[in-house]
C-alpha cells in the first residue's frame, strides 16, 4: 500500500524557517517524481514544488523560488526546506506522489502537515 | 502559466441526479494532461481522472472524464450520498503545474 507521512509542521514567525519532512512506503521510491502542494485555509490547491524520482531535476512555483528547497534522500524522504516564511505561506502542505520518475499525474497524497506563519 | 476555469461554483443536486463539472484552461493542455481529483472536508484530495478520461484504479464507472484542448468536462451519471465534495481540475503538461478553483457539489 503506498502511503506518504508528512512531518514538520508548525506555528512560526514571519522571517522563520521550517523544514517539512515526507516519508515514503509502499512503492520503488526512486520511481518516482514527488511534488508539495499546499491548501490555504478554506482555499484551493497550489503546486508548490516537484523533484524528480533521480533527484537530478527540480522545479518551483515563482512564489518560492529562491525562498523554498525540495529534495530527496535514499531512505525514502523528501524534504521541503522553507526560508523567509511569509503569513501567506500559511497552508496545510500535502507531499504527493506523481505517477511518473519525470511527472504525471499526482496519484498519491499524504494526509498534510499544518504550517502557520503568524507573529 | 495555464490558468484553469471551473465552472459552476456550486452545484447544488440529489443524489441520484447526473453531475456535469466544466474546466476550461487559458490555452491547449499539453497531451491531454489534465486530471480531476475529489475533495472532502478535512481530507487530502483523491484521484478520480487522469488523462483526460481514464478512471483511477477503484474509482466507481459513475465518475467520467471527456474533452481536450481548452475545454474538459467531469461527469458524475449518477449522484451517491458519498459524492457531494468539491472537485478540482489539475493540469501537469506545462509547468507550472495548475488548479482550478473547484465546483462544490452539495445538496
Known amino acids: 500500500e503506498v502511503q506518504l507521512l508528512e512531518s514538520g509542521g508548525g506555528l512560526v514567525q514571519p522571517g522563520e524557517s521550517l523544514r517539512l519532512s515526507c516519508a515514503a512506503s509502499?512503492?520503488?521510491?526512486?520511481?518516482?517524481?514527488i511534488s508539495w502542494v499546499r491548501q490555504a485555509p478554506g482555499q484551493g490547491l497550489e503546486w508548490v514544488s516537484a523533484i524528480t524520482g533521480s533527484g537530478h531535476s527540480t522545479n518551483y512555483v515563482d512564489s518560492v523560488r529562491g525562498r523554498f528547497t525540495i529534495s530527496r534522500d535514499n531512505s525514502k524522504n523528501t524534504y521541503l526546506q522553507m526560508n523567509t516564511l511569509r503569513a501567506e505561506d500559511t497552508a496545510v502542505y500535502y507531499c504527493v506522489r506523481h505517477n511518473g520518475q519525470n511527472g504525471g499525474c499526482l496519484d498519491f497524497w499524504g494526509q498534510g502537515t499544518l504550517v502557520t506563519v503568524s507573529s | 502559466e495555464i490558468v484553469l476555469t471551473q465552472s459552476p461554483g456550486t452545484l447544488s443536486l440529489s443524489p441520484g441526479e447526473r453531475a456535469t463539472l466544466s474546466c476550461r484552461a487559458s490555452?491547449?493542455?499539453?497531451?491531454?494532461?489534465l486530471a480531476w481529483y475529489q475533495q472532502k472536508p478535512g481530507q487530502a484530495p483523491r484521484l478520480l481522472i487522469y488523462g483526460a478520461s481514464g478512471r483511477a484504479t477503484g474509482i466507481p464507472d459513475r465518475f467520467s472524464g471527456s474533452g481536450s484542448g481548452t475545454d474538459f468536462t467531469l461527469t458524475i451519471s449518477r449522484l451517491e450520498p458519498e459524492d457531494f465534495a468539491v472537485y478540482y481540475c489539475?493540469?501537469?503538461?506545462?509547468?507550472?503545474?495548475?488548479f482550478g478553483p473547484g465546483t462544490e457539489v452539495d445538496i
Open positions: 490555452q491547449s493542455v499539453t497531451g491531454r494532461y
Open positions: 509502499g512503492f520503488t521510491f526512486n520511481n518516482f517524481a
Open positions: 489539475h493540469q501537469y503538461g506545462t509547468s507550472p503545474l495548475t
